[in-house]
Every structure is written in structure tokens, then in C-alpha cells.
């Protein structure tokens, strides 16, 4: 028994230790940096309780949701620039339908569903099958649904509607006991029905890209798509449902930002694309594809959306400062990268070169 | 011997497709509005008016930047930070057409800058910034696309430091001449247009630069051993794009005489990178023709007339652009130019007498 076990722990050791997790270690590293830095900073401001790290969650849950479909899209070696747009056609539509036209909220997010997954199954094929480079591709989706919302309605239009009222208010307390009762912590911190579908979201991304066949042929096709079809693998299958997948989860965060801001606008959620891929790439996916973690991407989310927090906290600091500070942190994420990359292929060529000598 | 004519070749071609849609395109047009090929005399301001002519006018700054952004992706890259660049330019600009202001209180015919200092320095950052994009694409071998979303994310950030997130504006009016006056009875930025396609050309074509961006696009590695510094070649077009967006920038800026670090230049990266796309160079790199680009460019600006003309709103327009550059791409695409290009192969057979 303990043999057996000795064994599985070593195995785990072994699993965490490995090479190809580096990058997401990485990213939680700097996630940790950063935070303590702005524990030591801003500790006494209050930045270290339980409500600023989950209003990081809260802000962002939009982006995370985005980034989990967009980690899959990039894993495959495509891009997809659509995203913002089509997440601010689904408030669009969420907004024009319950506000103007008066209808069911839950049919103005099915209707969203069904556009947003059939406009990114269409690129999919259009990808797959016409040849045409992702970039072309969802940048015409792009134009394509910011152009619809533009024809829908030029103004910012207010949802008021109780059922999405009542589910953007909804909130899931932190409790604790304390005096045989439970109380809420001080201060107060709490989740919202938008964190719990981006937990969900994440989750479902894992589960699909780690213990699914699906998701074996995501890295296959990321490594080379070559060799994927001429394994046998549906390589046009797979990619026609991660842009639908993407698609679906571009929905999915429309309707979030569509509950965080309780209003629909056909130019909210410019440059999302951007700050997604952003995400992503701060996370250890890589833009060639072939490699990528959800974890990474979570953690990028994360660290992303620290940095206007912390500049917030500051409260000196001007907002464009946090451009900068993506900026900057953008490329030492792509210097980490490049010197995790050089140094494994040049432990692979020694070891490769050993073999050779022992040979 | 005369060359044959070749429908199938001609089939084949993604220019050929580029200029059937603009034709297309501008047959809607006149359809809509019998009068829109007219071109007038103004002489008051020495300048032809026109629907034509503004759609070159107007296209102008894709155009530009097009011309650099044709041989980024000729080289296999693409270029996200073009559209930052140019609310840096602008900013540099304005910033240097500040006037004293306990003289006067109101914009007007006054700077305190020597006017060379504005045009010259915006040009000069732009060029820096593109030889950082070079810096990291060229030495430390990164994927262009995430290399230039580095400054595409920073430059709006630093734009608006050089200016303190301000809006400023000025009435200089040598600075006006770039973007609103006239040379030879046409507007001015099509002249720049124009001598700055010519220059790039001559360029590309009459030196064998534009042969080695080709092949450093399609193996750079390959086109190392064959002993071209890929490196310089990399560096040289990078620093090209940054400085084309720079003159981009001050005609942008011109023409609104103020500076707009959020919205200057917005989408352009996306508007060049169609332009090139349309006009049929390919996303993977290699041929390019820059011939194609300035027709690429051209034809967005046409679409965008057109969308106008049916009266609906501005940011509307895009979606009608979608749905057009949808058609224009799907046509280039390479099973439908191979069908088209087959029926024509068939059809040839059949005029030279059945089966071969």
C-alpha cells in the first residue's frame, strides 16, 4: 500500500514539476509579486481583505468568461477578434428587447445565444473551409456585428427589467460563525451570479481541454494541423466548435457585462478583443498555438485586473498609466516566454545530443 | 510573340477580383446617384470637388499606412501598433503648436515651435517606436502580432501623457496645408499619397528589397543561409511602417487641427490590414502588391461612400463594409477562385475545339 502510494506522490511531484507548466508558474508568481507589493503599499487601505480580492472577480468576471473560450481559439493557433463586438450585440439585444420592445428577458439571451454560437460556427466554416486567415475572418465578424448594434440603436439604452435586475443584484454572501450564528465577515465581501458563471465557464474549459477527446485535438491541431488531419483527426469538426464555443462564451460575457452594467450600447466593450487575447497571452497561451492552460489564462484575468485596481488604490495615478503598465507587463511576459522557450529547446538539444553520443 | 491572353490566370488572380468589386461597387453607386461621377471646379480654393476625388482624399491615411503595413505582411507579420502611432504623432504634433498663451487666448496663425520641429520630431518617435517593434521581432524573434500589441496597448497611454490627456487644438495654418490644402488642383494628402506610393515602389521595385522581403516572408530561416541580413530586412520594414503612420498621423491631425489620443486612428490597423488583404496579398506572407493595396484601400473608402448615400448612420456603416468585404473575400478565397478559374479552363477547351 505505502509502495503504491509513495509512487502516485511521486508521480504528482513529477506532474508538478514538469517543463510545460513553467509559463503558468510564472504568471502566478508575478500574480503574487504584484499582490503582496500592493499588500505592503496599500495594506492599510484595505487591500488585502477579502472584498478587493474578490471585486477582482466581480470587474472582470466579463473578460474571464471572454478569455476562457479565447484560450481555446488561441490553443488552436487561430484568433478571434469578434468577441467584444459580439458581447456587446448580445447587451444590445438583451437591452432593445426587454426595454424597448418589451419582450422576455430569457428570450432575448436565447435569441443572443443562437446568433452569437451560428456567427462564430460560420467563421469557423468560412476558416476551415474557404481558407481564409482567422484574422480576416472574425475581423468581419467584427465589423459585421458592431455595425448590426449601430443599426439596432445609436444610444446607450437602460435595462430595466426585474427579472435581469433581479439576477444582477443577486449576491452570495461570505459567511462566518461566530456566536452559533452565521454572520456576514467584515467587511462585507461577497460573489455574484457573474463570478459564478465565469467559475463555471472556467471550469467547463479545463474539463473539456484536459480530459476530453475534443480537447486532445485542440493541442493536436495547435501543434500542427498537418499532422492532426493526416492522424485522422476531425481537424475541421474541432475548429468549426471551438469558434463556436468561443462564440458562445462571447455571449455568455455579453450577458454578464449586459448584468454589471445594466445597460446596452453599441460602443461598450471597444478593443475587448484586445485586452482578452491580452489576458490569454499573459496566462502562457501561446499566439502559435499548441500550448495554453485555463489555470494561466485565470490567473492572467487575475493580474490583469490588478493593475487598475491598484492604480485606483494609489489614487494619484491617472487612468492611462494603466495602459502603460499592460503594456509593460505584456512584455515581460513575452521575455519570460522567450527565455523558458530557448532554454528548453536547448536542454532538449543536450539531452538529444547525449543520447546521440551514448549511441 | 504576343503574350496570349489567359482568362484562367486572369480567373485566378486575386487583383482581378479587387478591381471587379470596385467596379461593382461604383456602378451601385451611380445607380443610386446618377451624378456621381462629376467632378467641379471650385476656384476659390484652387481645388477639383468631387465624389471620386474624395474617396481618394478620404482614403488617404489607410493608404499610408497600407503601403507599410503591404510589406509587414508580406514578411509573414502584422503590424497592431499603426493605429497607436498615429495618436502619437498627433499628440507630438499639437504639442509642438502650442502658443503663448498670455498673448493670445484663442487658437489661431501662431506657434512657438519652428514649424520643421513639428513635422520632423512625430516622424522621428514614429520610426523609434517602429524600430522597438523591429527591436522584438527581428532579435528576439517574437510573433509580430503580440510584439506590436505592446505599443498598440502602450501608445494611446503615452499619447495622452505627452499631451496630459488634453485636447489641444490649433489654427497654424502651414500646419493646415497637410491635410487641407491644395497642390495642382487637388487636395493635398492625395499628393502626399501619391509621392509616397511612388517612393515606396521605386523602392521595392527598382532595388531587390522588395525580392528579399518576399523570401525572408516565406522562409526566413532559408533566406539566412542564402546570406540575406533577414534581421536589417525585418528592422527596415518595421521602422518603414512606423514612419509612414507618423505622416498618416499629421495628415489625421491636420485635417481636425486638434489631436485625439483616443480616437485618432482608431481601427486603423484593422482598415490597413484589410486594404492589403483585399488588395490580395496573402496573410501568410511572400508575393505581395502594393498595386492591390492602394486598390484594397480604395475600395473600403468606396464602401463607405456608398453606405453613406443610403443615409444611415455612421457606425452602421460597418456592417454593411462587413458584409461587403465578406462577398470580396469569399471571392478570393482560394476554392472559389479555383472553381472559377477551372469553369474558365473548361470554357477555353471547348472554344479550342472539345477535348484535349
Partial sequence: ?359 | MKKRFDLSTLMRSKVTWAVVAEVLILLVCLIVRPDFFTISYQPSTGMLYGNLIDIVNRSSEITIIAMGMTLVIALGGTDLSVGALVAVSGAIALKFLRWDVTVYNTPGDYTVSPFFLVLVVPMLVCILMGLFNGFLIAKWEMQPIIATLILMVCGRGIAQILTNGKQFTTGYSPFRVIGQGSFLFLPMPIIITAVVVALVSLFVRKTAFGTFVESVGINRKASRLSGINAQMIIFIVFALTGFLSGISGLIYSSRIMSNDSNNAGLNFEMDAILAVVIGGTSMTGGKFSLVGTVLGSIIIRTIVTLVYYFGIASEATMAFKAVIIAVVIVLQSEPVRNYFSKRANARAKLANGGVK
Fill in chain 1, 1 to 359: 500500500m505505502s509502495d503504491s502510494r509513495n509512487s502516485s506522490s511521486r508521480s504528482l511531484i513529477s506532474s508538478i514539476m514538469n517543463p510545460k507548466f513553467i509559463m503558468v508558474y510564472a504568471t502566478v508568481g508575478i500574480f503574487l509579486v504584484i499582490y503582496l507589493f500592493g499588500a505592503a503599499a496599500y495594506g492599510s487601505k484595505g487591500f488585502t481583505t477579502l472584498r478587493t480580492f474578490t471585486n477582482l472577480f466581480i470587474d472582470n468576471a466579463y473578460y474571464g468568461i471572454s478569455a476562457v473560450g479565447m484560450t481555446m481559439v488561441l490553443i488552436t493557433g487561430g484568433i478571434d477578434l469578434s468577441v467584444g463586438a459580439v458581447a456587446s450585440l448580445t447587451g444590445m439585444f438583451i437591452a432593445y428587447g426587454t426595454s424597448v420592445l418589451g419582450l422576455n428577458p430569457w428570450l432575448c439571451i436565447a435569441f443572443s445565444l443562437v446568433v452569437g454560437v451560428g456567427l462564430g460556427l460560420l467563421m469557423g466554416w468560412v476558416i476551415h473551409y474557404l481558407n481564409v486567415p482567422p484574422f480576416i475572418t472574425t475581423l468581419t465578424g467584427m465589423f459585421l456585428a458592431r455595425g448590426v448594434c449601430a443599426l439596432i440603436s445609436r444610444e446607450s439604452i437602460e435595462i430595466k427589467n426585474e427579472t435581469i435586475d433581479a439576477l444582477a443584484s443577486w449576491k452570495l454572501y461570505f459567511m462566518q460563525f461566530k456566536d452559533g450564528e452565521w454572520v456576514r465577515i467584515r467587511p462585507s465581501a461577497y460573489i455574484n451570479f457573474n463570478v459564478i458563471l465565469f467559475l463555471v465557464m472556467l471550469l467547463l474549459g479545463i474539463y473539456l481541454l484536459q480530459r476530453t477527446r475534443f480537447g486532445r485535438n485542440i493541442y493536436a491541431i495547435g501543434g500542427n494541423e498537418q499532422s492532426a488531419k493526416l492522424m485522422g483527426l476531425p481537424v475541421g469538426r474541432t475548429k468549426i466548435l471551438v469558434y463556436g464555443f468561443n462564440g458562445l462564451c462571447s455571449v455568455l460575457a455579453g450577458i454578464a457585462y449586459a448584468l454589471y452594467v445594466k445597460s446596452g450600447w453599441n460602443l461598450s466593450l471597444q478593443g475587448a478583443e484586445l485586452d482578452v487575447i491580452t489576458c490569454a497571452v499573459i496566462g502562457g497561451t501561446l499566439l502559435t498555438g499548441g500550448e495554453g492552460y485555463m489555470i494561466g489564462t485565470l490567473f492572467g484575468v487575475l493580474l490583469k485586473s490588478m493593475i487598475p485596481a491598484l492604480i485606483t488604490f494609489n489614487g494619484n495615478l491617472l487612468s492611462w498609466w494603466g495602459k502603460i503598465a499592460t503594456g509593460l507587463l505584456l512584455l515581460l511576459f513575452i521575455c519570460i516566454q522567450k527565455i523558458v522557450v530557448s532554454s528548453t529547446e536547448r536542454r532538449n538539444s543536450r539531452t538529444k545530443k547525449t543520447k546521440k553520443s551514448k549511441a
